[in-house]
């Protein structure tokens, strides 16, 4: 039984957090927004039995999951992403929900005010809080992260255990949003961290990845995404 991804079609997103773990691992997966142009994710948002919140979200069977970090230590297991302790999959949550606390204050740099108006509505309020994000935010999450690959008990290149999981996915997706997004203050910041540096280039080079990375599937980042470059909001 496959399963079914269900996001925005043009963008990667959140989604993208989801889809980089199905690609990596193989997964028999069917992009289904991008087959029908969102039709059956608004209808499951409504009838599911366990509705979610908002996209993206995956089904299996009858099962359905939103939210990423919910979604990802749900198939973690099944797609052989993440460790065996329970304790080490709580640390690898744990770096999941902080991963997600930097996407979503990347995010709020376009839209610090109002998430329905435009980002034109509200430029004086993006260019202040970008510049917090620039100048300090950014450099606290990587650095922190680099700090997690240095201490990994196991002495190991990635972030939990001795091998590949979903936090290595996500932060590969964070570190290419936000060059993309802020490439002026993003490189300054990765000059100090080697291990992020050398984890993104590490899962870049993954053959499934760097096949799905290299394929249509994988979306352009553009100015409707949660990474969005507007350059006078990189300084």
């Keep these: 039984m496959a399963y079914e991804l269900y996001y925005w079609p043009t963008i990667q997103g959140r989604g993208e957090f989801v889809r980089l773990a199905l690609e990596a ?25 366990t509705p979610p919140f908002a996209p993206p979200f995956v089904r299996l ?56 108006a435009y980002y034109d509505d509200q430029k004086p309020e993006a260019a202040r809080r970008a510049e917090g994000f620039r100048k300090d935010r950014i450099a606290k999450f990587l650095g922190w992260a680099e700090q997690v690959l240095d201490r990994n008990p196991q002495g190991s290149d990635w972030m939990v255990g001795d091998r590949l999981t979903y936090a290595d996915l996500s932060l590969f997706q964070v570190v290419e949003g936000l060059t993309y997004a802020f490439p002026k203050a993003s490189t300054r910041v990765l000059k100090t961290t080697p291990h992020v540096v050398a984890v993104r280039d590490r899962v870049a080079a993954l053959p499934r990845l760097a096949a799905y990375l290299a394929s249509p599937r994988r979306i352009p980042f553009n100015e409707d995404g949660i990474f969005r470059r507007y350059p006078e909001l990189d300084g």
């Design 61 to 116: 069977g009858d099962r359905t999951v939103g939210q990423v970090a919910a979604i990802l230590a749900w198939l973690g297991p099944q797609l052989g992403l993440s460790p065996n302790g329970d304790s080490d999959r709580a640390w690898l949550n744990q770096i999941q929900l902080t991963l997600a606390d930097l996407v979503a204050e990347a995010h709020d740099t376009h839209h610090p005010v109002d998430l329905m």
């Design 25 to 49: 691992a193989g997964a028999d997966y069917v992009d289904v927004s991008r087959q029908d142009d969102g039709k059956a994710m608004m209808r499951l948002m409504k009838d599911a039995a």
